[in-house]
């Protein structure tokens, strides 16, 4: 069984949050705290093995309490916060702290955000939590040298996803070849985590629109909610936006995205399959291979979750496996113009 620890200082939501959770016979809500003053003595007490854990609280914020927990007794947390900006923002900040996960209050607008928080939380229980102390390796100095041959790069994440996408892109050189990135989060979430590595990155990166052109320098974040980022155009691509179902049990869809970079980039795809939970992307990244291009997959050691990756490899679509630091400098590497004959080395 996997222990829970519901923090919310709203009585209603740790109901919702208990009922979501007692349709999987696999987890047990053993307590619940109204702030975290109440869920540190719940957590000496109970010992869970996950929390969900609330944004805005009484006493102390969630990130105040999460920075403290994470440096004195790390454990796998799912955040569950507001889908506004500002609940975006912070959840964004929890992610970066070694929150596990995130999902979104239920709304009037989104009733069924809660679908799929046991999943998330079976996620979390297994996931690799770093203590806070144990920081990632700063950024390299980005060379200004980079020339960036004709290909494409595409990146797909989940759980963990949000800290491996500021790994690589603040490696990024500011002309690096065009990206795409599915990343599995909550819609008005993508809008901030895209600003968020913006900030990070020399490239520009932002939300991908619909018509964007793919041109060097330009990293586009696929929204989330209901559509799925794919790309067209053999002669000048560009990031296609679409209303859709889930696929793979997504939308956006890491299959939908590498399918489409498969067909249109074909031998000049460069597919990057990073942490995450479940197998979305392992078809797609095997597609990018099987058509001549190049394809990348984080190891087992640095993933808060080696599910997406792990899939992939087991039908053989990974031509590599990396741990996160050297993800960037392989990117680099398979994207970098290479002289011709006649020019000077």
Known sequence: MIRVLVVDDSATM????????????????????????????AIKALSPDVITLDVEMPNMN??????????????????????????AEVTLAALE???????????????????????????????????????????????????PADRVVAIGASTGGVEALLAIVERLPANCAPTVITQHMPATFTRSFAERMNRASAAEVREARDGDPLTPGKVFLAPGG??????????HPRCRVTRGSPVSGHCPSVDVLFHSVARTAKDRAVGVILTGMGRDGAKGLLAIRDAGGRSVGQNEATCVVYGMPKAAFEIGAVERQLPLERIAGAIRQLTTRQPAPHEDR
Do not use: N
Request: net charge neutral; charged share 25%; aromatic share 2%.
């Open 14 to 41: 740790r109901m919702l949050i208990r009922q979501a959770l007692a349709a999987d016979r696999s987890i047990e809500v053993v307590g619940e705290a109204g702030d975290p003053l109440e869920a540190r003595e």
């Open 62 to 87: 969630g990130i105040d309490f999460l920075e403290r927990l994470m440096r004195l007794r790390p454990m796998p947390v799912v955040m569950v916060s507001t889908l506004t900006t500002r609940g």
């Open 97 to 147: 702290l070694g929150a596990v996960d995130c999902v979104a209050k239920p709304s009037a607008t989104a009733p069924r955000t809660f679908d799929g928080l046991a999943d998330k939380v079976r996620a979390a229980a297994s996931a690799r939590v770093r203590p806070l102390g144990q920081a990632r390796a700063q950024p390299a100095a980005v060379e200004e040298t980079f020339a």
């Open 226 to 235: 209901d559509a799925h980022l794919e790309i067209d155009g053999l002669t």
